[in-house]
């Protein structure tokens, strides 16, 4: 079956700028994580979903960053005023709800550089 | 939540056995072991995950001491595709989430 999917896979903005990264995850997955991934790093957790509902937005770095789930399916990770400092790469994951235990599926990400 | 600690960065030949160390000296009754790595250009991919026994799958192995401090995980013959950036993170089991460190990259030379 389908594996994660994220758009757009490469997206080039100017500092200022408004910007949105799709996520499409595993049918049946109710839960959907963000995270960020500059050059060198880890993933960044950001904010994590279980249906609708925002669980953890303790990620977020500031009020620019805002996620929705409509429909508990596909995200948006929106992101207002863009910096140079957001350029990184966004990855989206899901999961089946099973804490502690549940296997994160990643998709490949969405490359966002801030000129 | 709880913190691993892993060497920056190791080197291993083909078709050798390689073992990633884990240290997690304040790790909680309720955290679970798990691994992931990453591919260059991809996003993280699960290995594998323990909670006090040794585990075994088709990707690796792992090891757990009994005082659960720390964790090795195995990978039995290393092949080329086998280099990544391998993440060794505790998550805690009434979580959801996980938190990346910064991981251990490996080198397979041919």
């Known amino acids: 079956g389908a594996g994660v999917s994220q758009t757009p896979s490469n997206k080039v903005t100017e500092k200022g700028k408004y910007v949105e990264l799709r996520c499409d995850p595993i049918?049946?997955?109710?839960?959907l994580y963000w995270y960020r991934q500059s050059l060198g790093q880890g993933p960044e957790f950001l904010i994590y979903?279980?249906?609708?509902?925002?669980?953890?937005d303790s990620g977020l770095p500031n009020d620019r960053f805002f996620a929705v789930r409509p429909e508990g399916s596909v995200s948006t990770l929106k992101i207002q005023r863009t910096e140079r400092g957001d350029s990184a790469v966004y990855l989206c994951?899901?999961?089946?709800?099973?804490?502690?235990?549940?296997?994160?599926?990643f998709g490949e990400g969405s490359r966002l550089t801030v000129l | 939540d709880a913190k691993t600690t892993q060497p920056n960065s190791m080197e291993s030949n083909e078709e050798e056995p390689v073992h990633l160390p884990c240290n997690h000296s304040?790790?909680?009754?309720?955290?679970?072991i798990h691994w992931y790595r990453q591919l260059p250009s991809q996003g993280p991919e699960y290995v594998i995950h323990?909670?006090?026994s040794n585990v075994n799958n088709r990707m690796a192995s792992l090891a757990i001491a009994e005082d659960r401090k720390s964790s090795t995980l195995i990978l039995h013959r290393a092949t080329l595709r086998d280099a990544a950036v391998y993440y060794c993170?505790?998550?805690?089991?009434?979580?959801?989430?996980?938190?990346f460190g910064k991981g251990t990259r490996l080198h397979i030379l041919p």
């Open positions: 994951a899901s999961s089946l709800r099973r804490p502690g235990t549940g296997e994160l599926f």
């Open positions: 049918s049946g997955h109710t839960a």
């Open positions: 979903f279980q249906g609708t509902g925002a669980a953890d």
């Open positions: 304040t790790i909680s009754g309720t955290d679970y």
């Open positions: 323990g909670l006090t």
């Open positions: 993170i505790l998550r805690d089991g009434r979580d959801d989430k996980i938190i």
